[in-house]
């Protein structure tokens, strides 16, 4: 890509951060979904591109609004990922790890993926693809420890605090390693093992078009990614069928579902999570922390914006 698009859906990412914010802690999961997606619609609609939105996991959620299919003013063919809130529920009551991020690349370089469950293990470029989904969670942990030269209970494992994930959590426990548990915010809890900063490895059930969102981070920042889709039945894999899946025993990886390196990664905190801080309100605007990633250069910015607003505020 000749331009650094990054630069350009930050401020979508930003502004969906800033709708959303001023809604935050509530109480209602859809009004805060519902205008943080219209927020990121109208700022990539300004786009100089003819973008493609793919892999929208909302798009069939009953009471949600549509963020269309075809984004921008015109330009060049793109495809477009936008995850306008991740952790609605968190956001609604005012809790940790809700995000806004949006991901642009070469167009028909981001596969389409059915929105199901998927089984994810990533890491960081410091340790590399040593991990294996196809070995238990002892064993994995136990390499990425050796990959760091740490301690096996010195290594932190983030895992969504789910009920289907208490054999995980058990099996984790056993090795002594540490755990983080997050209530929301996969894409963040996968930023975190990719940095390296609040976790070595992320693992557990989350969902496909998630997986795709963080392959599109480890093609602008390294580290590795292994993921696997969970049928439960015919219909399922039918449905993988639309998106052009017909291995139903595939191990996805980064280059699997990213098959570029024109792409780039924009993210935008909306209260404070693993990977970056939330929006902090000030007396005349609000301050962001955002993150850009761009997959041609391997470059990475966080980024602190002050906002000012038009308006006095009551109180």
């Known amino acids: ?85 991740e952790g609605h529920h968190s956001a609604a009551d005012g809790l940790n790890n809700a995000t806004s991020y949006a991901v642009i690349a070469q167009k028909d370089s981001i596969q389409s993926v059915p929105n199901l469950s998927m089984y994810k293990i990533v890491v960081g470029p410091r340790v590399g693809p040593v991990i294996d989904i196809n070995q238990p969670p002892t064993i994995n942990v136990k390499r990425v420890a050796r990959a760091l030269r740490k301690y096996t209970d010195n290594v932190t494992v983030c895992i969504l605090n789910q009920a289907r994930h208490q054999k995980l959590i058990k099996e984790v426990r056993s090795c002594g390693a540490r755990i983080k548990l997050i209530d929301e915010g996969e894409i963040s809890g996968c930023f975190s093992a990719i940095i390296g900063e609040k976790a070595d490895i992320y693992m557990g059930y989350g969902y496909a078009p998630e997986g795709v969102m963080v392959a599109a981070a480890i093609s602008c920042l390294g580290g590795y990614f292994e993921g696997r889709i969970f049928y439960e039945n015919d219909r399922d894999r039918d449905e993988a069928t639309e998106h052009g899946i017909y291995d139903f025993e595939k191990t996805f990886r980064a280059q699997d579902l990213i098959r570029s390196k024109e792409v780039a990664i924009a993210a935008t905190g909306i209260t404070d999570g693993e990977f970056l801080e939330g929006v902090r309100f000030t007396s005349d605007g609000a301050i962001t922390s955002s993150f850009v990633a761009r997959g041609e250069t391997f470059t990475h910015r966080k980024i602190e914006t002050t906002h000012f607003f038009d308006y006095t505020p009551v109180f």
Do not use: C, W
């Open 1 to 85: 890509m000749n331009k650094n698009y990054g630069m350009e859906i930050v401020r979508a990412t930003e502004i969906a951060a800033l709708t959303s914010a001023r809604i935050q802690g509530l109480g209602n999961e859809d009004e805060i979904l519902n205008n943080a997606r219209a927020a990121i619609t109208t700022t990539l609609n300004r786009l100089q591109i003819n973008g493609h939105l793919i892999n929208d996991r909302f798009t069939k959620r009953e009471g949600t609004i549509k963020i269309p299919a075809q984004l921008g003013e015109g330009g060049p063919d793109m495809d477009l990922m936008a995850v306008a809130l």
